[in-house]
C-alpha cells in the first residue's frame, strides 16, 4: 500500500541531541550575556550542520532536531494568546524522578495571533535545499497536540471568567490549530506530526486514575481528545498528512508511563483520523502488539521498536522479528507499517544518555534495516 505523503519506512520522531553550542546559548539568555536574535544565529547554524547529517545518515523525512525549543510542547504553546506558564506540575509519576514539568494554565481566550512554526519551517527548507535535497527528502513539522493545554491541569488551570464551560474553550483550541495549520499548508509545508503524551498516559493504571480525579471518566475523556483532534486538523487539505505520535514520556532517558495500548485503542484507531500513527513498542512497558488488530486498512503505523533512551546498537535480527510479528496483527501486514525509534533523542533540550555519534548510529542501523525489509526505496 503507498504510504502517507512524507511518512518513510525508515522514519523518526523528530528531536535530535541539541548541539552544546545551543544548549550553552540558551544558558546564556538566561544570564541576560546575549539576546534572543544572538541565540537563534546559534540555532540556525547548528540546525544547518544537523539537516546534512539526517540527509547523510539515509533519513528522508528531515526536521530541525527541534534545536529551537526547551521542551517539545511549552516553547510552542506559549505562543497562543490566553497561554502561560506559571509554576510545576506535582505528579506521582514525576516529582518521583527529581523532574518538575513547568505546568501550563490558560489565563484568557485563546488566539492565534501569528503563525509560529513558518519561519522555522521556511528555514529548514533552505538548508534543505543547501543539500541539494529538494524533491529527495519531506520536512517535517512536529507540533505538540492540543490535548496539552488540558490533560495536565484541569479546571482550576483554565480561567473561568474566560471559560465558565469548557465546550468554547476546546472550540477555540480546535479554531488556533486549524489556524496554525493553515498557516503551514500556505508556507508549503505538507507533513505534520502531532506530539501526544495524554492518550499513551491514559494507558497506565496510576495516571489514567490521576487523571480521572481532574476529568472525570477516563473512557470518555480519550474520546473527548479524539474529537478535538480531528476538529484542529478537519479543514487540513488532502494533500496535506498528519500524524501523531504517542509518548509515555522521555526526559535524559527517563520514561514516565507504562501500560499496553489496550485502554485507548479503539479511539487511537478507529476515531483519530490522522494518517499515520508513531508509537512507542521499545520494551515490554508498552505492552504486546494485540491493538494493532483495530488498524484501519488505509492507514500506518511507524512502530518505534529501536530503542532512543539507551547508547547501545539495537539488535538488527531482534528487530527485524518484532516488525514481522507485529505485521501479525496487521491487515495488510508489513505492508502497514515502518520503523523507527520508540521516541526522539531529546524531547527536552537535556537529551538522553547518548552521544551524537551514537544517535546517528542507531539511525544508520534503523535505515539499513528498513531497507532489507521493505527495499531500496523507503518511500514504498
Known amino acids: 500500500m503507498p504510504l502517507p505523503f512524507g511518512v518513510y519506512r525508515a522514519d523518526h520522531v523528530g528531536s535530535l541531541l541539541r548541539a552544546a553550542p545551543v544548549l550553552q546559548g540558551r544558558s546564556d539568555v538566561a544570564a541576560n550575556k546575549i539576546s534572543p536574535s544572538d541565540l537563534r544565529a546559534i540555532e540556525d547554524k547548528h540546525i544547518a550542520d544537523?539537516?546534512?547529517?539526517?540527509?547523510?545518515?539515509?533519513?528522508?523525512?528531515?526536521?530541525?532536531?527541534?534545536?529551537?525549543r526547551a521542551f517539545f510542547h511549552l516553547d510552542f504553546l506559549q505562543h497562543l494568546d490566553g497561554v502561560?506558564?506559571?509554576?510545576?506540575?506535582?505528579?506521582?509519576?514525576?516529582?518521583?524522578?527529581?523532574?518538575?514539568?513547568p505546568r501550563l494554565v490558560v489565563t484568557g481566550k485563546l488566539g492565534h495571533p501569528k503563525p509560529i512554526q513558518v519561519d522555522d519551517?521556511?528555514?529548514?527548507?533552505?538548508?534543505?535545499?543547501?543539500?541539494?535535497?529538494?524533491?529527495?527528502?519531506?520536512?517535517?513539522?512536529?507540533?505538540?497536540s492540543p490535548t496539552m493545554v488540558h490533560f495536565r491541569g484541569g479546571r482550576d488551570t483554565i480561567d473561568a471568567t474566560a471559560y465558565p464551560d469548557l465546550d468554547p474553550f476546546f472550540a477555540?483550541?480546535?479554531?488556533?490549530?486549524q489556524e496554525e495549520l493553515a498557516d503551514l499548508y500556505a508556507?508549503?509545508?505538507?507533513?505534520?506530526?502531532?506530539?501526544?503524551t495524554n492518550l499513551a498516559y491514559l494507558c497506565d493504571p496510576g495516571m489514567r486514575s490521576e487523571a480521572e480525579s481532574r476529568h472525570g471518566d477516563a473512557n470518555a475523556l480519550a474520546r473527548r481528545y479524539a474529537h478535538l483532534i480531528n476538529k484542529s486538523i478537519e479543514k487540513r487539505p488532502g494533500d496535506m498528512?498528519?500524524?501523531?505520535?504517542?509518548?509515555?514520556?522521555?526526559?535524559?532517558?527517563?520514561?514516565?508511563?507504562?501500560?499496553?495500548?489496550?485502554?485507548?485503542?479503539?479511539?487511537?484507531?478507529?476515531?483519530?483520523?490522522?494518517?499515520?500513527?508513531?508509537?512507542e513498542f521499545d520494551?515490554?512497558?508498552?505492552?504486546d502488539f494485540s491493538p494493532l488488530r483495530h488498524l484501519p486498512p488505509n492507514k500506518v503505523?511507524?512502530?518505534?521498536?529501536?530503542?532512543?533512551?539507551?547508547p547501545e546498537l539495537d539488535d538488527k535480527a531482534e528487530i527485524v522479528g518484532r516488525l514481522h510479528e507485529a505485521a501479525g496483527f496487521c491487515g495488510k501486514g508489513i505492508d502497514q507499517l515502518c520503523l523507527s525509534h520508540q521516541c526522539g533523542f531529546s524531547s527536552t533540550m537535556e537529551g538522553n544518555d547518548l552521544s551524537e555519534e551514537q544517535q546517528f548510529a542507531k539511525i544508520r542501523l534503523e535505515v539499513e534495516i528498513a531497507k532489507e525489509v521493505w527495499g531500496q526505496d523507503l518511500s514504498k
Open 301 to 310: 503505523v511507524v512502530l518505534g521498536v529501536m530503542g532512543s533512551k539507551k
Open 283 to 287: 520494551d515490554a512497558r508498552s505492552g
Open 241 to 279: 498528512t498528519v500524524g501523531i505520535h504517542l509518548c509515555r514520556g522521555n526526559h535524559r532517558s527517563r520514561w514516565f508511563a507504562q501500560g499496553g495500548y489496550e485502554p485507548v485503542a479503539e479511539v487511537l484507531f478507529k476515531e483519530l483520523n490522522v494518517d499515520a500513527y508513531f508509537l
Open 121 to 144: 519551517f521556511h528555514f529548514l527548507e533552505q538548508q534543505i535545499a543547501k543539500n541539494g535535497a529538494t524533491g529527495k527528502v519531506t520536512t517535517k513539522v512536529c507540533i505538540p
Open 84 to 101: 502561560e506558564i506559571r509554576g510545576g506540575l506535582q505528579s506521582t509519576s514525576t516529582s518521583k524522578e527529581g523532574f518538575i514539568p
Open 187 to 196: 508556507a508549503g509545508c505538507r507533513t505534520v506530526q502531532l506530539d501526544d
Open 50 to 68: 544537523i539537516v546534512t547529517k539526517e540527509i547523510d545518515s539515509g533519513l528522508r523525512s528531515i526536521t530541525d532536531g527541534e534545536f529551537r
Open 172 to 177: 477555540d483550541l480546535a479554531r488556533v490549530y
